[in-house]
């Protein structure tokens, strides 16, 4: 396939039989409040920016603040690891892998980091992007966290980097069972422009502290934000309903082109 023609992002899942990532969803799998659905275009736009990645299967991991022990769901016996590979996956892979990489069937699906209750979770994901093209992993946005374990955040060129996603969490509780679903989304991936966060771009940055400096486009802006919030029954949904029809036309400019 030409690169032209591929699409914007390649998701490989390359442990047999696990969740494949789809679309993030603007109603959160179904839990925000249907006011918040029908006004708050900000926050159901945050939700369904991007893909949500899974665990690979249901399982459980305890920490007892020094050693990290696992199960896979159902079973009754913890077995304490420094990494783990994914059952049935060094046949599966050997099957199919190239004999000079064979060697790399041992990847780990868990791993414990040097840090105390650091934990690397690879879901079987590798991720082809666009050039210049990066992706964040973060945790699922807006959706309430589990008190028990935290995401943490990483960008990945996924441009060049066609290897594992390996996802950091940091295990929060001790002495008692942390369990991850299939179902579930573990994190999300949202495609982020590798210029966004070069240091040219952060370092463009202007902080105004003084209303005398605004200039009179600025004013102008502000005003219109302002009336288009509080015009008299077109307050609620007002900046939905605006964003869809500046969506409109950027997309009738487009098709003109």
Known sequence: ?????????????????????????????????????RYCEPFTTGCGFGWYGFPPTDFALLWDGTNVFWKVAGE??????????????????????????????????????????????WTGLMIKTRPDWAILVRSVANMPRDPAFEVLDGIIETDWWVGPVVTPIRLCKTDQPILFRSRRPLFQIQPVLKSAYDDATLESSLVVDDL???????????????????TPGARVGSYKLERRRRSGIRHQAGKAK
Do not use: C
Request: a negative charge.
């Open 1 to 37: 396939m030409e690169q032209s023609q591929e699409p914007f992002i390649t998701f490989f899942q390359l442990y047999p039989n696990a969740p494949a990532p789809r679309r993030a969803d603007p109603m959160l799998l179904g839990s925000i409040p249907l006011r918040a659905h």
């Open 76 to 121: 009754t016996h913890w077995q304490q690891f420094d990494t783990v590979v994914f059952p049935g996956f060094p046949e599966h892979y050997t099957r199919y892998a190239p004999a000079q990489i064979a060697k790399f069937a041992g990847t780990p699906f868990l791993a414990q980091a040097p840090e105390a209750g650091i934990i690397q979770i």
């Open 212 to 230: 005398a400096a605004l200039r009179s486009d600025q004013w102008q802006a502000f005003e219109d934000a302002m009336v288009l919030r509080n």
